[in-house]
């Protein structure tokens, strides 16, 4: 694209700036000097100057967040960067601990040294193998060049441990992540207490996501207005968007807030795969409802536009679906993930995702019934909102959105048993694409 | 500080910071919840206690066990959307419960079933096959698991592990198919168990001394308190009016003493209620045993102490006599000893510890295992133990001499080396036992008393907190104070008293330590004594 600026993804594609040297020698850690020229809150003021986001998915105001940790409190505070990225579609997260690993631990700098944290954890989806060992490696370099570690800090202290995950989706959600951090089931938290307040081992903690400490010595090294220059008012800035599905090169793609959606799919990565016609988009990982292809066409991409299409930004995982894909088939698809990785805790979710997976299951076997959608339409309220944490809606929101916006196919399903889509029976195999 | 409240449209004080459920709770409004409970405090994983909260930006659910009250706080918690909010979860939690209520114990004071009245009642919309999972599990000692029926409030596994101190149980996989197991090949052994009973909302856990036992809405419930160890614990007394038989024995709440619990010890400690009761009064002669009256028994009590009916004349004084009563005993028991052997006898009155100690810990337990030890001190009685194999020195037998007649009261179990050397000195025994006993064997007058479970009487725990014991059921005995009292009554020529609070009265008017305590008026959770022992 014409316009874009890359931020995050600057130096991906640069051989060897996985390593300290190469990273130096590309601009890296060079913030750090400014950085300890001033006072911890002018770096607060100056994050939330910059108008940047969380990039996990909810999209929390990050200079806000930091500002609620209490000031002057004798326990100790700590950093949770949360490197889990289980977030079906999502894959950017990698990317940066595979080629700008030390941009991550500059921004981890930066973050410690507003908040006055002395250690950070990174807590890494446990698939994600040479991830771990990249960033490991780095944080290795990182402490033998006494850039972290004992006094690193204008005499502070700052150690960076990394945590590996063990598989489960929960363990993204925040207080999950914190549960499993200290060594127990990854169980959300009710809030409040929020993190900030009272967080691992039940001491004030940040929780933010990989991408979004990563931007942090851009914003240092160029300022905060700099920033809150690029995109739109409110959704400033860049972001790493995941694009999968049916496109000719999918990939992650760094977008500038506030181009069209659309446009900025297709220029990105070509477009539809084989000519075919767009059906739908997902615009931020599975738990976003559905846009049309419509919707897709006619909506900006930032965190309001999106919204009031009735999706949201997300951790920017675009899906994009062509003509040729069963929503039917995708429902039991996203049902049967949220079904086995709810947590367990509250009766909406434990029950509910199992429940509508079920019904998903039939529907799709070709034993739907005609009440099924109804049925359907009315678990999802009872799900939403009323759960210790939002995977209940995570799961309930696009199977409301699959079946208000697609569901004629969801009826020719039940009526016809007949799949409206050419390649697909019901309860068969994709020959094409093998059984998901 | 005090705070206002709104719910439901009407304005409350209420103390800042305070749980919203428990501020409800106090005022009368009952917010339906499945995991909180006040001595466990708040998870908020239940959903069930939502509530609609109305702020200046709308209003929004939210659940009222993990909110704190503030001040202009406003809440409703019968709004549509609240019910609507409860309504689902009691649906989801009915999906996949197995429909065997007709034969699980806990029904009729079952929370979901009870929710299910008042929130729902439809049938299931969902008919796929429900889960499969353990079924009447025998997961230690005391307990049967059914992991269908468990609603996952985590009330047992919170339970052991934060307030027993033994985590026992654990939620084990994730979603739809996680379930409360035991860890592999481990049992729950905690002495505290039978507590997650109580606390488990559905009938998920079950106490095998109760399983199928009775329907709870056959029984009659008595507040008394548990006379197995000196703390005293408050308890509830669940008995078959029909059969006349204790079939449960659990906690009430009581925060001077227990708090929510009790001990598996203390709760299964009944079933010598039921047992080998002593139903009429005999005296035996050389080879032969002769069933008397009530009556006529306490003229062969006189007769053996060698004394004679008011009003009469004639007779040459008593024979030595000593009196010696458990630490079991009532405190008007005591009392009426202590008279009968100061003022009409005497003779010296001894209190025997002989229940051998049991296991004492940082929750409940004592090791002291009388309910009255601290009752008897206060008293200004001379505790004697005779909990071991036989003291080397027995001030009992001592006291005894050569021709000493011995009355023993409350001795329905436990007759150890110690109470019997005595029995074997004296010339004379009289007992007044509600079990046949070794003592019983031996004694030469027997006069069958009650048990706790069927007699009013107070213990004074070893904190000198004053509770009642209170009758849940009828025996063929008369209570030892009744008897101890006709007995003062004959030889005085008084009146004998009708009702136990008249001996509580006269306690209080002439015992120093009991003095300002109204002993007639102790509620269901007790009063404190306030002096300290004598001596």
Not at chain 1, 223 to 235: F, H, L, N, P, R
Not at chain 2, 7 to 25: N, T
């Amino acid at each position: 694209m014409k316009t874009m600026t890359k931020i995050i993804s600057a130096r991906f594609d640069i051989e060897g700036n996985h390593k300290l040297g190469g990273y130096k020698s590309n601009g890296g850690y060079q913030s750090l000097d400014k950085l300890f020229s001033m006072q911890p809150d002018e770096v607060i003021d100056e994050v939330k100057k910059s108008g940047l986001r969380g990039r996990g998915g909810a999209g929390f105001p990050t200079g806000m967040k930091w500002s609620f940790v209490p000031k002057n409190i004798d326990k100790p505070k700590y950093l949770c960067v949360n490197a889990d990225e289980g977030e079906p579609g999502t894959f950017k997260d990698r990317m940066i601990l595979d080629f700008d690993p030390h941009a991550l631990i500059e921004g981890i700098m930066i973050c410690c040294y507003a908040v006055g944290i002395e250690t950070a954890y990174v807590y890494i989806r446990g698939e994600y193998d040479h991830q771990i060992a990249r960033f490991s490696a780095a944080v290795g370099a990182a402490y033998d060049a006494g850039v972290i570690g004992k006094g690193a800090m204008k005499g502070r202290n700052l150690d960076i441990v990394v945590h590996k995950g063990a598989g489960a989706y929960i363990c993204g959600e925040e207080t999950g992540l914190i549960e499993s951090l200290e060594g127990k089931k990854g169980q959300p938290r009710p809030k409040p207490p929020f993190p900030a307040v009272e967080g691992v081992f039940g001491c004030p903690t940040v929780v933010n996501n990989v991408e979004t400490i990563a931007a942090l010595p851009w914003i240092m090294n160029n300022g905060a207005d700099a920033y809150a220059a690029i995109g739109t008012e409110k959704s400033t800035g860049t972001m790493l968007f995941s694009i999968s599905g049916m496109v000719e090169r999918p990939g992650v793609y760094e977008g500038t807030f506030g181009v069209n959606l659309w446009d900025f799919i297709e220029e990105s990565t070509g477009g539809i795969k084989d000519g075919k016609k767009l059906k739908a988009v997902i615009p931020g990982g599975s738990s976003s409802p559905i846009l049309t292809a419509e919707e897709a066409r006619n909506t900006a991409l930032d965190y309001e536009s999106i919204a009031a299409a009735g999706s949201m930004v997300g951790s920017g995982a675009i899906m994009v679906l062509d003509e040729d894909t069963c929503i039917v088939k995708a429902l039991e698809v996203i049902t049967r993930f949220y079904a086995h990785e709810s947590c367990g805790q509250c009766p909406p979710c434990r029950e509910g995702t199992h429940w509508l997976h079920q019904i998903a299951k039939r529907i799709r076997a070709g034993k739907g019934r005609p009440e099924d959608i109804d049925l359907i339409s009315s678990i999802c309220p009872d799900m939403m909102g009323r759960t210790v944490c939002v995977l209940a809606d995570a799961a309930a929101m696009p199977t409301a959105s699959y079946i208000e916006k697609f569901r004629h196919e969801f009826e020719a399903f039940i009526d016809t048993a007949s799949p409206p889509v050419r390649h697909l029976q019901p309860g068969g195999v994709n020959p094409e694409v093998g059984r998901l | 500080m005090s705070v206002k409240v709104r719910i439901d449209g009407i304005d409350y004080e209420a103390q800042e910071g305070k749980l919203l459920i428990d501020v409800c709770a106090d005022n009368g409004i009952d917010v339906p919840h499945f995991c909180y409970h006040p001595g466990l405090g708040p998870d908020g994983n239940c959903r069930m206690c939502q509530v609609e909260f109305v702020t200046a930006r709308g209003s929004r659910l939210g659940v009222s066990c993990k909110a704190t009250v503030t001040d202009g706080m406003e809440v409703l918690t019968q709004s549509e959307q609240a019910k609507r909010a409860r309504a689902s979860v009691e649906e989801f939690l009915l999906l996949n419960h197995p429909l065997d209520c007709p034969i699980c114990d806990k029904a009729g004071e079952c929370t979901l079933q009870n929710y299910y009245m008042e929130h729902d009642l439809e049938d299931s919309r969902m008919d796929f096959t429900r889960h499969k999972k353990g079924k009447a599990m025998d997961i230690g000692p005391t307990l049967i698991l059914d992991q269908e029926r468990c609603v996952l409030c985590d009330r047992c596994v919170r339970f052991l592990r934060d307030v027993a101190g033994d985590p026992q149980l654990h939620i084990a996989s994730r979603g739809h198919a996680a379930f409360i197991t035991t860890f592999p090949g481990q049992e729950v052994t905690s002495a505290y168990s039978l507590n997650t009973v109580d606390l488990c909302p559905v009938g998920a856990l079950t106490a095998k001394d109760f399983r199928f036992a009775s329907a709870n809405w056959f029984m009659k419930n008595t507040p008394t308190v548990c006379t197995t160890c000196s703390r005293g614990c408050s308890m509830q007394l669940q008995t078959r009016p029909d059969e006349n038989r204790v079939v449960r024995f659990r906690p009430r709440h009581n925060a001077e003493v227990n708090g929510y619990w009790s001990c598996d010890g203390g709760r299964l400690d009944y079933h010598f209620v039921n047992e080998n009761r002593i139903t009429r009064p005999f005296v035996r002669t050389d080879d032969n045993i002769f069933e008397c009256s009530q009556q006529e028994a306490i003229g062969s009590m006189r007769t053996a102490l060698g004394l004679t009916p008011a009003g009469k004349v004639e007779g040459s004084g008593s024979a030595k006599a000593v009196l010696l009563a458990s630490a079991t005993c009532t405190l008007e028991e005591l009392y009426l000893l202590k008279r009968i052997g100061n003022d009409l006898l005497s003779a010296p009155v001894f209190v025997a510890r002989h229940i051998p100690d049991g296991v004492e810990d940082d929750l409940l337990r004592r090791a002291d295992r009388h309910p009255n030890v601290r009752g008897a001190e206060l008293l200004g009685l001379q505790v004697v133990d005779f909990t071991g194999d036989g003291p080397a020195a027995n001030p009992v037998r001592d006291a005894l001499g050569a021709q000493g007649v011995l009355v023993c009261v409350g001795f329905n179990r436990h007759v150890t080396p110690g109470v019997y050397a005595a029995v074997d000195h004296a010339a004379r025994v009289i007992a007044l036992s509600a079990c046949e006993t070794r003592l019983t064997e031996a004694a030469d007058v027997v006069i069958p008393g009650l048990t706790w479970a069927e007699k009013d009487g107070l213990v004074v725990n070893f904190e000198g907190h004053v509770q009642r014991l209170k009758a849940g059921m009828h025996a063929e005995g008369v209570s030892e104070w009744k008897i101890l009292d006709n007995f003062i009554a004959s030889l005085t020529g008084s009146e004998a008293h009708e009702f136990v609070t008249h001996i509580r009265q006269a306690i209080g008017s002439s015992e120093s330590a009991f003095a300002g305590v109204d002993l007639a008026k102790v509620g269901p959770h007790g009063t404190r004594a306030t002096a300290q022992p004598v001596g």
